[in-house]
């Protein structure tokens, strides 16, 4: 079975500053993994997606995530936090179901908060 | 943009009562989905649905729990018998196809059992 680890439940950064929100995976074969963010009250968006195609991806609001093989970790950055940054942000693998249809494995979040 | 929209936001009901959380996926979309998070914990799968079909579920989806798409818009999660532990804030998605394409979720429906 496939999961996620997101290694720190609460960061706080200042505005401004580079934002690194941890992740490692533990799949059997080369994984999809996504992040998604939270906003208070809103439903779940996607942030970014890796399906092997190139290890690092770019995603929205300037966000990108590193996927590392070799440390089977998805890391999330962005090189400076924004007030609107403030969310929680979850770190996805997908597994392959019963035929073929995917469901996806969520980490139990990281919630980001940015200080003026 | 499209998006999946989910109604009601809020669900209050009494143990023992019955609830139907309503979804409407991205109108070209084809796969289904249903997950939960209840406070405090990860954010799970409970079941997929394709062409008028479970295609999966998970051990939660029990025979309290089914799904329909009683149109060509809706998707609906029938919870029969509620009880304390359903609370829960309940997430629909929806992806265009199977495998691994991203799935787009809804804003979820908080379910609050007294």
């Known amino acids: 079975a496939q999961s996620v680890t997101q290694l720190d439940s609460h960061v706080s950064v200042s505005e401004g500053t580079p934002v690194l929100l941890r992740c490692n995976y533990s799949?059997?074969?080369?994984?999809?993994l996504f992040w998604y963010v939270q906003h208070p009250n809103k439903g779940l968006q996607l942030l970014l997606k890796?399906?092997?195609?190139?290890?690092l991806v770019k995603g929205i609001n300037g966000f990108e995530a590193e996927f590392k093989k070799s440390e089977t970790s998805f890391h999330l950055t962005k090189p400076s936090a924004h007030m609107s940054d403030a969310a929680e942000y979850f770190c996805?693998?997908?597994?392959?179901?019963?035929?073929?249809?995917?469901?996806?494995?969520f980490g139990a979040g990281t919630r980001l908060a940015v200080h003026p | 943009e499209p998006e999946v929209t989910q109604t009601p936001s809020h669900q209050v009901t009494q143990m023992g009562q019955e609830v139907i959380l309503r979804c409407v996926p991205i109108?070209?979309?084809?796969?289904f989905y249903w997950y939960r998070q209840i406070l405090g914990q990860k954010v799970e799968f409970l079941v997929s649905f394709y062409n008028n079909e479970i295609s999966e579920k998970s051990e939660i989806f029990d025979d309290q729990f089914s799904v329909e798409r009683p149109d060509g818009s809706n998707f609906t999660l029938k919870i029969r018998s509620t009880k304390l532990e359903d609370s829960a804030m309940y997430f629909c998605?929806?992806?265009?196809?199977?495998?691994?394409?991203?799935?787009?979720f809804g804003p979820g429906t908080r379910l609050t059992v007294l």
């Open positions: 998605a929806s992806s265009e196809a199977r495998g691994t394409d991203t799935q787009y």
């Open positions: 996805v693998v997908s597994e392959t179901g019963k035929g073929g249809y995917n469901k996806l494995i």
């Open positions: 890796y399906t092997s195609a190139a290890t």
């Open positions: 799949s059997s074969y080369s994984p999809s």
């Open positions: 109108s070209n979309h084809l796969y």
